[in-house]
């Protein structure tokens, strides 16, 4: 990517952004480097600022052929500043490169179980910026009960400006910032509306600086644990819902609005109150979404299953904090995110995972706000560092991998959970919530078998039935993220031979959102839970 000759360029075809290049049309399924080109229009020495909420899986941006940024891992969001022009005419290139090349984009690796597409997939923004602009605001709720917030934030110079909560009964509140632009204020707001996945009510707060303004919205809610209860605005919560995969049949992970929307909605019909982002941050739009109507969040950082060569890689490793960083900063006023996760089963049962392990937690801590800590764990009887995360999160999938030859493998499943919060109480975990992050098997949209066989759609009711019954029937666990939400594309090649039409199949909607039999199975066992 950077010997590109950018003089040499021509630019044959048009490309939709934001979009994945590689998902539909004449890049269908290729890997390589896309460059793509844009006329912007900014007024002689306007001072601007470029912003990517995604671009997959890395990129170089060059402007009026200079390069301005670079970025290196996809799904997270990362700004560039606008260098000054007396032309208003700028031309903007951004090469993007979607191969697999551990060395200089360790992030992204081949043998994740989805399908990594590449290009600008979520919006880009051109802020024009006045003189003095609002750089960075934080809400954080310190009293759900008495309406207490603290704001903080960043001008870009020293400069007064003005407060307002949109919602609230509170005069406006003039501000001056220090010398390096930082402010902070706490407010109490009268008469407090909590939120929760029941009432999710939402706050605007507006700040004006001279000619910039940002509207800010927040939600008051507190979230922490007390024992093995996981409490939200002091009352006990169990956790019901899915894991959820960005992605749409030919647009890949930039999933259109309104099937976010509608994802939304199949999620709250099915009586879910949680959704973990797998495994990577979502759109901020389905985030918007989850705040809006009251959807618990998990949001972690990309990270699929990483083996002992990029844990102690250095690159990676700055990769990751980059990301955890990125992460955290673009989602810190969501209210529906509650927890913070990363490294999604990986080798958390070696001792070379606690460096990274340690500086991520303390990103998470430090900067996350009123968020608990967790990762997806895959070793149930050999994890060693349970006692670093708030939330103790378990993958399994008992009765489907590794029964081929048991004659009843939903046998297998209520024994081997009994017996995995056995060993958590017998080593000193008696005391932390335990949530089944993963279960679920397979189902392929259409296929009715009387026999009930591995892949029907009876199969994976069968199983889902017997998996709620003996998690969600048992009190110490605080609750199931189901495998999976819907069906997304994963392996190409060789590996694809896993995966039946190259898909993980374990929805409980197919890629289109056509429901299979588990919906109702699903629908009636989170309704003993959540009757409401
Ligand atoms: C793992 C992994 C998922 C998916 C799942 C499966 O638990 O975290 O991404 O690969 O297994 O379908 O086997």
Same mark, same amino acid.
């Given at each position: 990517?950077?010997?590109?000759?950018?003089?040499?360029?021509?630019?044959?075809?048009?490309?939709?952004?934001?979009?994945?290049?590689?998902?539909?049309?004449?890049?269908?399924?290729?890997?390589?480097?896309?460059?793509?080109?844009?006329?912007?229009?900014? @007024?002689?020495?306007?001072?601007?600022?470029?912003?990517?909420?995604?671009?997959?899986?890395?990129?170089?941006?060059?402007?009026?052929? +200079?390069?301005?940024?670079?970025?290196?891992? !996809?799904?997270t969001?990362?700004?560039v500043?606008?260098?000054?022009?007396?032309?208003?005419?700028?031309?903007?290139?951004?090469?993007?490169?979607?191969?697999?090349?551990f060395?200089?984009?360790?992030?992204?690796?081949?043998?994740?179980?989805?399908?990594?597409?590449?290009?600008?997939?979520?919006?880009?923004?051109?802020?024009?910026?006045?003189?003095?602009?609002?750089?960075?605001?934080?809400?954080?709720a310190?009293?759900?009960?008495?309406?207490?917030i603290?704001?903080?934030?960043?001008?870009?110079?020293s400069?007064?400006?003005?407060?307002?909560?949109?919602?609230?009964? &509170?005069?406006? %509140?003039?501000?001056?910032?220090?010398?390096?632009?930082?402010?902070?204020? /706490?407010?109490t707001i009268?008469?407090?509306?909590?939120?929760?996945?029941?009432?999710?009510?939402?706050y605007?707060? #507006?700040?004006?600086?001279?000619?910039?303004?940002? %509207?800010?919205r927040?939600?008051?809610?507190?979230?922490?644990?007390?024992?093995?209860?996981?409490?939200?605005?002091?009352?006990? $919560?169990?956790?019901? !819902?899915?894991?959820?995969?960005?992605?749409?049949?030919?647009?890949?992970?930039?999933?259109?609005?309104? #099937?976010q929307?509608?994802?939304?909605?199949?999620?709250?019909?099915?009586?879910?109150?949680?959704?973990?982002?797998?495994?990577?941050?979502q759109?901020?739009?389905?985030?918007?979404?989850?705040?809006?109507?009251?959807?618990?969040?998990w949001?972690e950082?990309l990270?699929?299953?990483?083996?002992?060569?990029? &844990?102690?890689?250095?690159?990676?490793?700055?990769?990751?904090?980059?990301?955890?960083?990125?992460?955290?900063?673009?989602?810190?006023?969501?209210?529906?995110?509650?927890?913070?996760?990363?490294?999604?089963?990986s080798?958390?049962?070696?001792?070379?995972?606690?460096?990274i392990l340690?500086?991520?937690? +303390? $990103?998470?801590?430090?900067?996350?706000?009123?968020?608990?800590?967790?990762?997806?764990?895959?070793?149930?009887?050999?994890?060693?560092y349970?006692?670093? $995360?708030?939330? $103790?999160s378990?993958?399994?999938?008992?009765?489907?991998?590794?029964?081929?030859?048991?004659?009843?493998?939903?046998?297998?499943?209520? @024994?081997?959970?009994?017996?995995?919060?056995?060993?958590?109480?017998? /080593?000193?975990?008696?005391?932390?919530?335990?949530?089944? /992050?993963?279960?679920?098997?397979?189902?392929?949209?259409?296929?009715?078998?009387?026999?009930?066989?591995f892949? /029907?759609?009876?199969? #994976?009711?069968?199983?889902?039935?017997?998996?709620?019954?003996?998690?969600?029937?048992?009190?110490?666990?605080?609750?199931?993220?189901?495998?999976?939400?819907?069906?997304?594309?994963?392996?190409?090649?060789?590996?694809?031979?896993?995966?039946?039409?190259?898909?993980?199949?374990?929805?409980?909607?197919d890629?289109?959102?056509?429901?299979?039999?588990?919906?109702?199975?699903?629908?009636s066992?989170?309704?003993? %839970?959540?009757?409401?």
């Amino acid at each position: 990517m950077e010997s590109v000759p950018l003089e040499n360029l021509s630019w044959p075809t048009r490309q939709p952004v934001p979009a994945a290049f590689d998902a539909q049309g004449p890049h269908l399924g290729e890997r390589g480097t896309a460059a793509y080109r844009k006329i912007l229009r900014i @007024p002689a020495d306007k001072p601007a600022l470029l912003e990517f909420e995604a671009v997959n899986f890395a990129c170089r941006i060059f402007l009026d052929g +200079k390069m301005i940024g670079e970025h290196f891992c !996809g799904y997270t969001p990362f700004t560039v500043r606008v260098p000054l022009a007396a032309n208003p005419e700028r031309e903007l290139v951004v090469l993007v490169e979607n191969r697999f090349d551990f060395d200089r984009i360790p992030m992204h690796e081949p043998f994740f179980d989805f399908y990594q597409y590449g290009g600008i997939i979520r919006p880009v923004w051109l802020h024009l910026l006045p003189e003095t602009w609002i750089e960075e605001l934080k809400i954080d709720a310190t009293d759900y009960v008495g309406g207490r917030i603290e704001i903080r934030g960043k001008l870009s110079l020293s400069g007064l400006l003005t407060l307002n909560i949109l919602d609230a009964d &509170l005069p406006p %509140v003039e501000l001056e910032s220090g010398q390096d632009g930082a402010f902070s204020h /706490s407010m109490t707001i009268p008469s407090p509306m909590a939120w929760s996945p029941e009432k999710p009510h939402l706050y605007h707060l #507006q700040v004006t600086c001279g000619e910039d303004q940002a %509207v800010a919205r927040f939600g008051i809610r507190e979230i922490k644990t007390e024992g093995q209860k996981l409490l939200l605005n002091s009352q006990p $919560i169990r956790l019901l !819902g899915y894991n959820r995969h960005e992605f749409f049949p030919n647009f890949g992970p930039s999933t259109p609005y309104l #099937q976010q929307v509608d994802d939304v909605r199949l999620l709250k019909d099915l009586g879910c109150n949680f959704v973990r982002g797998s495994h990577y941050p979502q759109d901020q739009r389905f985030l918007d979404l989850c705040d809006e109507f009251g959807l618990l969040v998990w949001e972690e950082v990309l990270g699929w299953q990483q083996k002992v060569y990029a &844990l102690e890689n250095p690159l990676y490793r700055k990769h990751h904090r980059q990301a955890a960083r990125e992460m955290v900063n673009r989602s810190y006023n969501h209210p529906s995110v509650i927890l913070w996760g990363f490294l999604n089963e990986s080798i958390s049962d070696q001792e070379i995972f606690s460096p990274i392990l340690e500086e991520t937690v +303390k $990103i998470f801590r430090s900067l996350g706000g009123n968020r608990l800590v967790t990762f997806a764990s895959a070793h149930p009887l050999r994890d060693l560092y349970f006692d670093q $995360i708030d939330v $103790i999160s378990m993958n399994g999938y008992p009765g489907w991998y590794g029964c081929e030859d048991h004659p009843d493998p939903l046998s297998l499943i209520k @024994p081997q959970w009994d017996k995995f919060i056995d060993h958590l109480d017998q /080593s000193g975990f008696r005391e932390k919530p335990i949530l089944v /992050s993963e279960t679920g098997c397979e189902g392929l949209y259409g296929f009715r078998d009387e026999m009930r066989d591995f892949h /029907s759609e009876e199969y #994976q009711v069968d199983y889902i039935k017997t998996a709620c019954d003996a998690i969600l029937g048992n009190e110490r666990f605080l609750g199931i993220c189901l495998w999976h939400f819907s069906d997304a594309r994963t392996y190409a090649g060789g590996r694809a031979l896993r995966r039946p039409r190259g898909f993980n199949n374990k929805g409980t909607f197919d890629e289109y959102r056509r429901p299979k039999l588990a919906r109702s199975t699903v629908a009636s066992c989170f309704k003993k %839970v959540r009757p409401g």
